[in-house]
């Protein structure tokens, strides 16, 4: 009964991540390049959501769930960049239980969101593209908002599930983590207790959502694609123009997901790439696959760098 309590209580305090090198040139090139993706993610995505805010002719359905992408994007990269850069430099990558689990949360809480997200703005494309008629009635502000409240609850209570089922196991043994950052599969697999059920239940969830919400993403782009195929002109081109940079940012950031999160808690030399890209390269991606192939974008941030410079003057 003894060595059963003992056995059932966490006494590890602290994980120590592998991080993506151990050769200092290496970790040196590395910080550099992800210091500049970080910085630039944080200048565009803040710049998109502040020229959303300030245009009001950007004050439409699409352009309101784009700035919650952008601020979504900050937080994401912010959840495991900043400690990545910081371990990069440093000898021991050491993150405390406690944050570790405070980082789990954060991340999975954004990454669905973001999910949830991607979807709705195909459904809004979908209704704009398919039924313009009815798109102001169909996408109403009222429609916005309660769709962006199901999706920011959505997220939450798969984050919360995801933590809570991560936490309750006892860690007794080994502390390192073969990430960059604190993942639930990496941390669940250090665990001193049979894991398998805990592994279905997060195939079940976090898989079973990638996967749908995928699908879901590729059939709609797929039903436009179709309803445009006879129609050839400038304002369809712009559409399938748009199309294609959300199944771009879809495709890549869903990927990932599916990747890690549809298959037991087993490593592959290829899942710290694919995490770079889900944590550092697709929030940067975004700004620039939403803002430089979009002219009403280009136009309204000229028009606030223009206002800028007048108040300067």
Partial sequence: ??????????????????????????????????????????IGNILIVITIVYDRRLHTPMYFFLSNLSFIDVCHSTVTVPKMLRDTLSEEKLISFDACVVQMFFLHLFACTEIFLLTVMAYDRYVAICKPLQYMTVMNWKVCILLAGALWTGGTIHSISLTSLTIKLPYCGPDEIDNFFCDVPQVISLACTDTHIIEILIVSNSGLISVVCFVVLVVSYAVILVS??????????????????????????????????SRPSTSFPEDKVVSVFFTAVTPLLNPVIYTLRNEDMKNALNKLIRRKEIKEK
């Avoid at 129609?231 to 771009?248: M, N």
């Fill in 1 to 42: 009964m003894e060595k059963a309590v003992l056995f059932n209580q966490t006494s590890v305090t602290a994980f120590r991540l592998s991080g993506l090198s151990v050769n200092p040139k290496v970790q040196m090139a590395v910080f550099c390049m992800f210091l500049i993706f970080y910085v630039l993610t944080l």
């Fill in 228 to 261: 445009l195929r006879q129609q050839i002109s400038e304002g369809k081109r712009k559409a399938l123009s748009t199309c294609a940079a959300h199944l771009t940012v879809v495709t890549l950031f869903l990927g990932h997901c599916i990747f890690i999160y």
